[in-house]
């Protein structure tokens, strides 16, 4: 079988050159068939990897010996994959493959290191600044009930300055519309005393007693005349 001679950088060129390799009836083999399976299942592969850096080292989701566990399950079918696709793209060339499989896994390592290197100081700066906020909120959230203690105890001084004062200072006014109210409104007028009801005289006649202004000066019982000057000149010794 003959060597390809492009050069895997040329990524149009080596394209074209897979493409009419596979489409060529009379080569055996189809590159396509060993070049998709193998790309997609590289980059799901190095998906994982990335997620799992992160939730090992980053968010601390993990354990380091899970994370490390499922990295080394991972990191072969990395490399398996990159494999069949560089054996594809380089048209079952073993040799060429194996360089072209080196040099994607070691930019790759490369890539992941850089990535875990600014993950970390990420995580780290976060920390920090995480930490320097919750200070600064206990700081002030200290400084704000020391505040509205103070606030409260001066507020609380006012209200007793400002309640005795008003106390002291509400007395005289109290006199003051008293003394109003009384020059103003006049005095209730007691009603007059009822007089006594006469007493009873004795007629000199049949010597019944009765009220003399009630029976227009007339005995009821005999009819007689009599006053009460009468009576009381008859009733006087003589």
Known sequence: MPKSKTKARAVRQKTR???EFHRDTERPGKPLHLII?????ALAALLAIFGVIHKTWVDHVWEESQGIGTLVL????????VFTFSYGYELYDMDRALKLTGWIVGLTIGIVVVVAVLFSLA???GEDNGKSRSKKKKEFSSGGRSLSSSSSSSSTGDWFASSGSSTTSSAPLAIDLNLFSNSRVAPVAAAPAEPPRPEPIACKFCQSEFIPEE????????GASSSRTESDQSSQPS
């Open 17 to 19: 050159e897979v493409v």
């Open 37 to 41: 399976p193998g790309g997609l299942l």
């Open 74 to 81: 991972l990191v072969p079918v990395y490399i398996g994959s």
């Open 123 to 125: 995580s780290g700066d």
């Open 215 to 222: 029976t227009e000066f007339k005995c009821p019982s005999c």
